[in-house]
């Protein structure tokens, strides 16, 4: 084989000059046998002498072969490519590709290569496209090699990376060149070199390669075995219990299987008869005490296997060792890797704890837009907004019926953001109008209030756009993540929500410190009485502030609904972290809700990513540790003494 | 007369403002003290730190013939311990008659269990009955708290207090708001009230402070600015500055 | 019970007495024991119906009479169901186990009982252990016991907490419906040792009675939760009158105020919450039984928030009320939602009230808070001789956790 790759390179290298020496067919039909009737065997023959003809079009012809597109008319035994022209066949030329005439089926026959004639044709192909000068097609080699690593790729890779002239396609190479040297380069040294090489790379793809050197296989012996590559021996009890080491005695032959529980009861059924076994009454035989008695007996007897005791079950363990063993056997290589393994795991510990910082930030970000909202509502007016998420769920789907209007996504998130920010002005607007203005110093029939408001409002979403999660599309520039290694990446929509949190957070520190509203809104909130006789209209404000907070919320729903789905009960899912959100953060103060989302986004992170298999779980927890929280901080994180934060 | 409440040095502070600042006061039983001092002097937070509901920076607060300590005490504590308190708005329970809120004044065991197996005593009525004659409201037992007027929701709250039979009394601006008739009354009543126990006064009105003739402390941003008989106050010049000085 | 409690309490007299009438009605008209007017079904609705209002009594009085608005009541409701669903489970499949044991040659052992048990209940969520929480499963009085601790200690130690750190209003309905939800959230998984979102199922089979129909076993729990609520009513009459409800009463109105009267308000609310939620854990465990089915679902915070719906409606702060407002509601909303209700053709559109109901329910409740904020308990109002004052105290605190001006204003 590797004789061929030296050809192909000599050929590729010296192509022009000699392309026109010979051509396809003629080849083909000094090996007519073999290429109609092709098998795994005698393959090669025919690939070698393809190789080192280097023919141009060898490669297009290599895959037609192996993709069953290649035909031979029987009647003169040449090989034709063919396209379908009615019930008949148009004949091509295999090395001009042009139509030399047309033929009925019955006279030709399809070559149809079995599985391994295929395997050995795209190995062959694999170093062709190695070095085609078609870029795509080059890419697609390496991608074929990166998929199935085999030791026989490693030699055509190394010997097309000279004169690969893409760069980045060269890097390539010589890191898949690299981990295919890890795996099966010729010597020790070459092997070790080439695992050094890879330990500043965190990608799956190398620790891949790494954990399949470190590859070890479980074993037990009387001693351990010499010239073995030992990785670690067990203590019993202690990484193995006396069961599995036991089991693995049985496998290893080492000693004889133990009778069960359920041996014992099948061996006396089967002994069973007239209700007796060895002449004890069955009824007496419903502990596993009685039965061990009857079954020894049984045994005593010859009918049934001896047990074996648990003394001498013991002793056969005790005279064993159980270890781990390397499949790969030269030490000097899997010590190399392991070393290069725990430098790249403390390298990805560390890119997982960012990766889990950015998941954290977008989570929190997600929040405090949810929340953010609500905080002004009851920091403002010391109303509690149950229909709050039902708020966050007409944002989303005003941005889902501004997509059917408007076909084009990014024009219709650009409507549908002020468009839900309206919308929901609108309802919150109404709603303090026709409700909660008659409720105010009654904050929990307020809460109720609203929650009739909540159900009628979700009920209503239900009943007009149905129970099927609605899509809201984001725009083809948010699709994708930026990927900074292996194991950091965030997507573009988080990232826009992020952008989307910090630009409302400076808008509502904005609106609250520099404008006429703002002063008169921290007026109200600190004073309603006195902010009335200073010619303040405390219901002008109530009502602004209310539409502003559910305003907020519509624009968190669309940013919730690009990433997640529309739906009736989507408030729902939300409303009682942002509940969280405001009491942790505490009340009334933008940089509370802050540092409230931040903690609850990061606690929630932290929480899975200790326990990653279970959401469930983790937000428990996190419910419970608020809960516990709020007893140290009744007021919140921020709300303490002093009013450094303002508003 | 023995000293029944003893605070020295006592300090608090609010966001970095100094809310009372080295204060020392003491009250003998039985006493009437008057404490004046115009608005921010720290009447209230020395009313709320007595009572246990501030707790105070530094400072040391002494109860009683055996000076025991009331810091670290909860408000029902201290309450039972005998301190009454009766705030500047009226708040009595509207909802419940006169009857109801004397009952749950009068001094008896206060744990949940108690409450719910006590039982009405003749002995019981009787002492509600006394306390209402006492504050004039004998008629009203029956009605509603919240049906009553200002002034005898006042009176119904200093009846709460002799119920519970304290020992030191804190009575926050008790004649706002109130008819001249029904100031004399209230005076008459503390006057009386002081006869057996401790009473301290938190006004505003010079002239009701007069009437109660007693001796008067003077507080001004958080520590005693003077104290003796009204007219050795109203004489001082620190006082005179701070009232009408600025 | 003090003499004349009864006679100072005459709404108390009625009640009873309506119930005794209306207990009376039913067993005249069910299968088992009369006409059979009544379907089993109904009479199960109807039974259901007698331990919704018991908890929403209690819920009146944790709520109306202390003003605390509790949304984890139901949860308390579920814990009772799940707790008597655990022994119900465990005996009913013990027998059905045992059953097909019996048919083996060798007898079983006991350890092979529990495991087959094991795997009958745990095989949906693929685990066949009996986790610790069902160390007691097989025993009816322990889990009874269970029925009445774990709500009781739950809310013991999550009222300390909370109370301690006086948490109120606002604050404390948001905290327990975060208590609420943790727990639905817990119940959920499947190693929460409670089968996860299967719940427990097979309920309406009472263990020893297997040869009883159904419309025996719905009269009998029919009675015993007549008995319960009525039971519960003398008791939460008894607590929320004489001096007790007085105070309870007074830290709905003013919590500093009692406080300064020298009672220690924490244990006040800490009695009521902790005994509302017994109550409510024992009316779930009579609930469930006759539902045959209970899930993690049914504690989700929004059913507590249901309760708090009825309680207001039917009028907060007398019993009769909360218990006219569970039955009206939950009766009502199983007639729409059943598809009892006629449809309404308005010609371009048909409403259907399968679709509409919870529309209407959550806009009249919105009616309610805003109009007629006694709820229905207030037309007694005016048809009673006697007509009972006008409250004029708000019900409940003004604002959120730790005033800072309490009392003082």
Redesign the interface.
Known sequence: MFRTILIILAVCLAAPSIASAQDLQSILQSHQKLVAKPSAKTVGTVLDDLAASGLSGTADFLERWRNKELWVRTEDGLFFYTTADGSDLTLLDIDTGETVGTAIKKDLKQIRPNGGVRKAIASALVQFQLSDPDIARRTAAVDAIARAMTADQLAPLQAAIDNEPDAALKARKTRLAGMLAASFADTTEARVAAIQALSDDISVDVRAVLNQILTTKRATAAALPEGANIAAQLTVGQDISETEAYAMLVDADLAPARVSASDILSALTANASDGRVADTPVGTLNTLEARAKVYDTLAAAGTVPTRITDAEAQRLIETHVYFDAYIEKDPAITQAARLALDGIETRVAVSQAADLTLDALSLASIYFLAAIGLAVTFGVMGVINMAHGEFIMMGAYTGYVVQLFIPNYTASIIVALPLAFAVTFAAGVAMERLVIRWLYHRPLETLLATFGISIALQQLAKNIFGTQARPLTSPAWLDGAWVINDVIAISYIRIAIFVLALIFLALIVWILRKTRLGLEVRAVTQNPGMAASMGINPDRINMLTFGLGSGIAGIAGVAIGLYAKVTSEMGADYIVQSFMTVVVGGVGNVWGTLAGATMIGFLQKGIEWFNPSNTLAAQTYMILFIILFIQFRPKGIVALKGRAAGD | MSTLLEMSGVSVSFDGFKAINNLSFQIGEPELRAIIGPNGAGKTTFMDIITGKTKPDEGRVLWGDKGTSLLGRSESQIARAGIGRKFQKPTVFEAQTVRENIAMALKNSRGPFDVLFYRKTAEGAARIEAVAKEVGLTEELPRPAGELSHGKKQWLEIGMLLAQDPRLLLVDEPAAGMTPAEREHTTDLLKRMAETRAVVVVEHDMEFVRRLNCKVTVLHEGSVLAEGSLDHVTANQDVIDVYLGR | M?PGFLSQNPSVLWFLAALGLFTLGVTVLAEATGTGALSTSFVKTLGKTLCLCLIAIAMDVVWGYCGI?SLGHFAFFGIGGYAIGMWLMYARTEAIVSESMAA????????EVIDAIGTQIFGVVGSSEFPVIWAFSDSLFLQLLMVVLIPGLLALV?GW??F????T???L???T???T??LS??L??N?SGLRGNNGLSGLQNIPGFEDTPQSMISIAFFWASALALGLGYLLFAF?TS???G??I??IR??E??????????E??KL?VFTLTAVIAGIAGALYYPQAGIINPAEIA??AS?YL??WV?IGGRGRLYGAVIGAAFVSLLSSWFTGGGAPNVNLGVYTIQWT?????L??????AV??FA?KGIGGLFDAIAVRRT????????P?????RQE????
Do not use: C, N
Not at chain 3, 361 to 366: A, P
């Open positions: 003090k608005l083996a040659v060798i007898p079983p052992t006991d350890q999550f907490l909370a301690r750190s006086r948490v209003g606002v604050y309905s948001i905290l419906q975060a208590m939800l943790a959230l817990y959920f998984q190693d607590v004489g001096k007790m007085s105070v009463r007074g109105d003013d500093a105020r009692v406080r300064f009267l020298g009672y220690h308000v244990s006040y009695f915070p929004i928030i708090a719906v207001a679709d509409w109901w919870l529309v329910l959550g806009l009249s409740f919105v808070t805003l904020p004052p006008e409250r004029v105290g708000d019900y409940g003004d604002k959120g956790a730790l309490e009392g003082t204003e």
